[in-house]
């Protein structure tokens, strides 16, 4: 059996309900045990090669659980994208009932008590302001929805804001 494959059986409900960082605790201590009863159980002359294969297999089981969780973290990436999309253009269009707000909130929106709407030119190949973007409004305790609308870069950014009062 190749070791990549291992997880090829388990359902796919599966990895939802087990985190990497739990499957990569469970691939541990599997192999940990394995080797305290080699320890106990097998002839000093037999242990390296042993060793050896539990390496090379436990290596091949931990890339397949990288290549799974990858996939898995890609295509929640590109719906994740697609969701914010249909909820900025839902506030473009001034559609936003509930069903906007529970979408947004699936992108971790929550509900802030102030929002303000930007728009500006989108460049086709800045994906890094985006990102430097939703860094420094995270950064500052900010809820952002960020998506182009054709040639034009819509921000959303929820959180409280300060309104200068006049003089």
Known sequence: MNPIGIFDAAP?????KITLHQTVDLVRTTIDTLEQQIERLLPRGDRPT????????????AFG??????RAA???GGWD???EALVVDAVIRGDTDES?????????????????????SALETDDAAV??????????GCD?????????LVLVLGGRFLIPTPP
């Open 50 to 61: 042993l060793h050896i294969a539990i390496v090379h297999y436990s290596r091949e089981v």
């Open 100 to 120: 906007v707000l529970s979408r947004a909130s699936t992108l971790g929106w929550r509900s802030p008590p102030g929002i303000v709407v930007a728009i500006g």
């Open 12 to 16: 796919r409900a599966l990895m939802r």
């Open 65 to 70: 659980a990288a290549v799974v969780y990858a």
């Open 81 to 83: 994208a697609r969701l």
């Open 144 to 152: 952002i929805l960020a998506a182009p609308q054709g040639d034009r």
């Open 131 to 140: 990102d430097d973007l939703r860094a420094a409004a995270t950064h500052r």
């Open 74 to 76: 890609e295509a929640r």
